[in-house]
């Protein structure tokens, strides 16, 4: 048995449940390990466990004591979960290694190219249909539409709030101008409907604000990256969109892309 209570998982997969679950509640370093071994399953398994502490952000033996949680007698063995997975997942990582580009900006393009193809990729390769169609209900079936992000998700709510308005669908998009954001959302009602995006540190605004809607009863809608996001125990329904990144700087595409989507069938859904 693991310390947690859990029987040790078995596979990637079984980790992942007992991740998901609700029920394991991290101190503040085991949780930014869990929430980057959930976005970066392919780094964690190709890497050393110097190379997998130092891009999550802590120190091996953070992993290790992570490891042994679950039963685990260190890193090593508890990295073997990873490395099976990649067995079936090799072109995940492909466009990721590239030949060093002589000057520094075109190899920075590369990068955020290679790393823009990944995300998409990601979300090729295992995408929620079910949620994304009961998104697009919710979405169409509303009243009014709340687009909700701040940060680095809030060039994708800004470009989904202008979406949305271009094809006559009513919303508000919640940019705080003027420290307004609480007063943005202060009307809000049942018959609306909440589009909030959100992404790893968490430490926006945008989860109070949810907050906010939650208890006016409105629909919440969320795209995040990990079931850690404080936004997910508030959703109706979320979608998971994991973007990688190069030289320190992640990619936005996968998460536009998707939003579109959303934009698209709410508008097919509200045309039939």
């Not at 991740?19 to 071994?37: C, D, E, M, N, Y």
Request: proline letters at 4%; glycine letters at 6%.
């Amino acid at each position: 048995m693991a310390a947690l209570g859990y029987t040790k998982p078995q596979t990637y997969e079984e980790l992942r449940a007992v991740l998901s679950s609700g029920t394991v509640h991290f101190p503040k370093r085991l949780r930014q390990v869990a929430i980057f071994l959930w976005q970066h399953p392919s780094e964690v398994a190709l890497g050393t466990i110097a190379q997998v502490a130092e891009q999550a952000g802590v120190q091996p033996s953070t992993l290790v004591r992570f490891a042994q949680i679950f039963g685990y007698a260190g890193f090593s063995d508890f990295q073997a979960l990873f490395k099976d997975r990649m067995k079936g997942s090799w072109p995940e990582r492909a466009g990721l290694e590239r030949a060093e580009e002589p000057n520094a900006n075109l190899h920075f393009l590369s990068g955020m190219v290679g790393a823009s193809q990944t995300s998409l990729d990601r979300v090729g390769n295992a995408f929620d249909i079910e949620s994304f169609e009961t998104m697009v209900d919710h979405l169409a079936a509303a009243e009014l539409i709340y687009v909700i992000g701040s940060k680095r998700a809030f060039p994708v709510t800004a470009y989904l709030s202008l979406t949305l308005s271009q094809q006559g669908v009513r919303n508000v998009l919640v940019d705080n101008v003027g420290s307004t954001a609480l007063d943005q959302v202060g009307c809000i009602t049942p018959r609306d409907a909440v589009l909030a995006v959100s992404f790893s540190p968490y430490n926006s605004i945008t989860p109070d604000l949810v907050a906010v809607a939650h208890e006016r009863k409105a629909r919440i809608l969320t795209i995040t990256d990990s079931t850690f996001s404080p936004l997910v125990g508030l959703s109706d329904t979320w979608l998971e969109v994991v973007e990688s990144d190069f030289a320190g700087f992640r990619s936005l595409a996968a998460s536009l892309a998707v939003g579109m989507a959303l934009v698209h069938g709410v508008v097919a859904r509200r045309t039939d």
